[in-house]
């Protein structure tokens, strides 16, 4: 099978990389197996990728290592920082390219991969500005010492990442990892492999020496489970489910106790006050939980409204969410694609079956859009109770949930009853609630009067099974480097010894 | 006829370029209200290079107003930090772009070789602004826990309209010093240059607006210290001064200052040390001690100008650094492919040097090497070595500015470094050891602001720059430099705490 493939498509026509990007080349897997590519908004086989199995896994990360030691340990903060700056122009320059990519492997519409593939080049510029602003300390602990602490890149490190934002989470991965002085070998999700072998190959064009990134595409049983038991990976990133996030957990235990640090599921609260910009705050709550097809983490799953506004508010959200467009992903106007897979599509609609049976309320949507290709209608939920599957388990597709709550107290009691903890949204006008709910919430992310705004420079991360760790703004370096105290005896003996 | 606003003009080296002369004012060059020009000399022939425009006081008052309109445009004080940020990336990519013309202007206008202006200045000024530019979107304020009946926050704001006087021994360098926290910090500035070297600062007017920055953000104005100067340090409109110069003239930037109590930055003068320790690599420290005088022609604000060489290794120690300045020092024009030392930058900087060799040679330290003018025409020095130093010799206590070095002998560790420290000054340090609790130790004493240990004017654009004492206020470079161009608002959010 070919290594490249020209792809046309309605919006560009491209050469699509097809093999595991390892040293700066493409190459064929060692046991010659492939993965197959669907195309979600027709069901169609778009091309086939080679596949990584443990030993291409093995080869990847000996040449991580190897240039580690020989090349990326040395290479200078500044020389980082330029490299990644660089591939962030690259990245702007094969703009629609890359978004178009993303729209036929994903299904995510034209427009909105547009943003995503611009939020890739802000993301990777801003770690770059931080390559060389890597601090240590001194620490004065007595006259005759001098104590400084280095903080070092922590060496290999490999990142397992999802389908749902495919470029997005790769530069989410690779930015601080790059930035700090990390090598890096990269699973994608098998079922968006594309769109991260093409900005490999603008890897290598924006210079970097070869073994820095490695990308593999593969299956998270084969080439995930050897990325997270191998023995000469130093850390582990992973962004996924919080049930495949526990397998990671137990592999770095049955190894060499990799550090790890994990992005998982959500069913985050999204509570609307009485005294909120109602029409505002349905804005957000539609964008909240149908954006990107549901298919996001942070997803404002569970709508709490205070019982003044409910009925409204429903009527209201409803027939916002009947006008989401849903359709071709290359069309200008389209809101909501179809969902990844023909799996994520018959686990979403399971999901919404037991919401029927349940006793919630179907308010609108419920099925299925059209016959061909994974298209789910916008589906509204309302009378939720908290013992209702689909109040307590991640559905990850295009499902709300709405109950009403009385006041602060109980609301913070609904809220916070999940095994979850990644996100939350607060609608209300006034500013001591918003503080105090926002202080009560236990999530890692509050957004008030807003839902989805991630920015690169905020920190993101889970509370409680959500997750270890957080991504984005500063706080990622802490999970690509290691302190080293330097303590220097400048006079004296041990006392008494 | 009153001169135009540009001029084209063919450098030493061939280089055609066209060199804007006016006042660069809200993104525009504009001749002075008063049509005052200054001349600017080719240090290396004495002769002219081209006028430029001089600002007086109204042209200073027009830059300010155009500054502090632009601090109080949205489309400057509201953009996203990330766009501050692009900003700056795409200045530095136009200075990578105009290499070449750059390195070219400093080295006719400055006198320094052509290689280093290109690919030593020109180089740091890229990095410098790609570094802030990195730091545009990562200044943090910081909230403060004290308990549930508060939320208390602080932002961290930027200062407002700068005022920055630069010098004329880096003009590119300087400027780029200057303006790259101001404008990573989201103030507006107003740059005077160095009477002495107007013209690539004013090149990089057009690069700035070329990068997109709003009209007014960054303001570019040639003249003299006494007049535009004196006119922008007492300014009641400017909020902050900075200024690289003389102690003698930053005293005078400071009272001037005080008439609205403008917060206020610093980077004089130097005498800084060099100890050699007899444990030192010699050979290492012979070349990096002449580095650390003899670069720039010695016109360096943290030359280690004082060499202390321990007795046991004096002599020799005098002897290579000799035979080494006989080597590498080669004497000549700026764009000569083996030019090490142009000339001094301007004819009253060359007598001042001058003055100091004659009186060092009377107060009866050793000529060793030097001590006379190259050539007739150009300012151009002999690197002047003297030993047998005194510390109370003027030529071991004043800042002379120039390729002459002054080395004494010492006996101990104590005894050095309190002479070393004996100086109203206080910007850098050197010390030469082989021995690791001796280097940290002696680091740890010597006054000053900046110390090299085995090395000497190593510096960085990511590590702090400046001086205790009289060498100055304040730091620069880093993310010190930030500090100086950001005021601090702390916030308090009552969420209970009821009367």
Request: glycine content about 10%.
């Amino acid at each position: 099978m070919s290594l490249t493939q020209k792809i046309e498509l309605p919006t560009v026509t491209y050469e699509q990389p097809l093999g595991l990007f390892i040293n700066n080349e493409f190459v064929k897997g060692e046991k010659g197996q492939t993965i197959d590519v669907i195309n979600p908004a027709t069901e169609e086989v778009i091309t086939k990728v080679h596949e990584a199995t443990k030993e291409d896994v093995d080869r990847a990360v000996k040449v991580a290592r190897e240039t580690y030691n020989k090349v990326w340990k040395d290479t200078t903060a500044n020389e980082r920082g330029r490299l990644l700056f660089k591939l962030a122009d690259l990245i702007e320059r094969d703009l629609l390219i890359l978004a178009s990519i993303e729209s036929l492997d994903n299904g995510k519409s034209i427009s909105m991969a547009k943003g995503d593939v611009a939020a890739v080049a802000g993301c990777i510029r801003y770690y770059a500005g931080w390559a060389d602003k890597i601090h240590g300390k001194v620490v004065e602990t007595d006259a005759h010492k001098f104590n400084y602490t280095k903080i070092e890149p922590i060496g290999v490190v490999g990142q397992i990442i999802p389908w749902n934002f495919p470029l997005l989470m790769f530069a989410w991965k690779i930015g601080p990892a790059l930035a700090t002085g990390n090598t890096v070998v990269l699973k994608t999700a098998e079922q968006t492999p594309l769109s991260a072998l093409y900005a490999a190959k603008l890897v290598k064009e924006a210079g970097f020496p070869a073994g820095v990134l490695n990308v593999l595409s593969g299956y998270g049983k084969t080439a995930g489970q050897a990325i997270a038991e191998h023995m000469d990976i130093d850390k582990i990133a992973f962004t996924g489910s919080t049930g495949v996030g526990r397998e990671i957990l137990k592999a770095s235990a049955n190894s060499n106790l990799k550090k790890v640090t994990l992005e998982l599921g959500g069913k985050s609260p999204n509570v609307v006050f009485a005294d909120a910009d109602i029409e505002a705050a349905i804005d957000w709550a539609n964008f909240g939980v149908f954006f990107n097809h549901g298919q996001t983490c942070c997803a404002g799953t569970r709508i709490f409204v205070q019982e003044t506004i409910y009925d409204k508010f429903i009527e209201t959200f409803k027939a916002k969410a009947e006008k989401n467009a849903v359709g071709d992903p290359f069309h200008d106007k389209t809101f909501q694609g179809p969902q990844v897979s023909k799996v994520q599509f018959d686990r979403i609609m399971g999901y919404i079956d037991q919401g029927k049976e349940c006793g919630a309320k179907l308010v609108c949507g419920g099925g299925r859009k059209g016959d061909k290709g994974y298209f789910i209608e916008p589906t509204i939920f309302a009378d939720c109770k908290a013992d209702m599957t689909i109040m307590k388990e991640e559905i990850f597709g295009p499902v709300a949930a709405i109950a009403k709550f009385k006041d602060i107290d109980d609301l913070v009691h609904m809220a916070n009853d999940t095994s979850y903890g990644l996100a939350a949204g607060v609608h209300t006008k006034d500013l001591k609630t918003a503080i105090t709910v926002a202080d009560k919430l236990k999530a890692g992310t509050v957004w008030i009067n807003q839902y989805n705004a991630l920015h690169h420079a905020l920190p993101f991360g889970g509370y409680k099974e959500s997750g270890i760790g957080r991504e984005l703004g500063k706080a990622a370096l802490a999970n690509y480097t290691q302190v080293k105290t330097v303590s220097i005896n400048l006079e004296g003996h041990p006392s008494g010894w | 006829m009153s001169l135009p606003l540009q001029v084209e003009l063919t450098a030493p080296n061939g280089l055609k370029y066209t060199q804007p002369v006016g006042l660069f004012i809200n993104n525009e060059f504009v001749k002075a209200k008063n049509g005052g020009t200054l001349e600017t000399i080719y240090p290396a022939e004495e002769s002219v290079i081209t006028s430029v425009y001089a600002a007086e006081k109204e042209d200073v008052d027009a830059a300010v107003e155009a500054a502090r309109a632009a601090y109080e445009n949205p489309n400057w004080s509201s953009i996203d930090p990330y766009e501050r940020s692009r900003l700056m990336s795409k200045l530095a990519d136009l200075v990578e772009r105009d290499r070449h013309i750059l390195g070219t202007i400093d080295a006719w206008d400055n006198g320094k070789p052509y290689s280093v202006a290109a690919n030593e200045d020109v180089e740091e000024v890229i990095r410098l602004l790609r570094y802030y530019a990195g730091w545009a979107d990562k200044l943090y304020g910081k909230t403060i826990d004290v308990g549930p009946q508060k939320l208390a926050y602080t932002l961290h704001q930027p200062v407002g309209v700068c005022g920055q006087i630069i010098p004329w021994n880096y003009p590119l360098l300087m400027a780029g010093w200057k303006l790259g926290p101001a404008l990573a910090t989201g103030n507006t500035i107003i740059l005077k240059t160095a009477e002495q070297t107007p013209l690539s600062a004013l090149y990089l007017g057009n690069l700035i607006k070329e990068a997109g920055f709003p009209p007014g953000v960054v303001n570019i104005i040639s003249g003299y210290g006494k007049t535009a100067g004196a006119a922008l340090a007492s300014h009641d409109d400017v909020d902050k001064i900075a200024f690289t110069g003389s102690t003698m003239t930053g005293s005078i930037i400071m009272k001037a200052a005080a008439v609205n109590l403008k917060n206020i930055t610093l980077e004089t003068g130097g005498k800084s040390p060099n100890i050699v320790f007899a444990d030192a690599d010699i050979d290492q420290a012979v070349k990096w001690s002449h580095f650390g005088i003899m670069g720039n022609m010695g016109q360096v604000c943290s030359a280690t100008s004082r060499i202390y060489v321990e007795s046991s290794i004096y002599e020799d120690f005098i002897k290579r650094f000799k035979e080494h300045t006989k080597t590498l020092s080669v004497v000549d024009h700026p764009f000569s492919e083996t030019c090490y030392q142009g000339p001094q930058v301007t004819k009253q900087q060359f007598d001042k040097i001058q003055q100091y060799i004659e009186t060092g040679k009377s107060e009866g330290a050793r000529l060793v090497a030097g001590g006379e003018r190259v050539g007739e025409k150009g300012f151009f020095i002999e690197p002047t070595i003297f030993a047998d130093v005194k510390d109370d010799m003027t030529i071991s206590k004043e800042e002379i500015f120039g390729p002459v070095v002054v080395i004494s002998s010492f006996e101990t560790e104590k005894e050095v470094i309190k002479r070393a420290n004996s100086s109203t000054y206080g910007l850098a340090a050197s010390v030469f050891t082989e021995n690791l609790k001796k280097a940290h130790r002696v680091a740890a004493k010597v006054h000053a602001g900046m110390v090299w240990i085995n090395s000497s004017n190593d510096s960085h654009y990511a590590i702090p720059f400046g001086g205790v004492k009289q060498s100055g206020i304040g730091r620069e470079l880093g993310d010190y430099a930030l500090q100086a161009y950001t005021q601090v608002k702390a916030v308090h959010v009552n969420l209970g705490n009821d009367l």
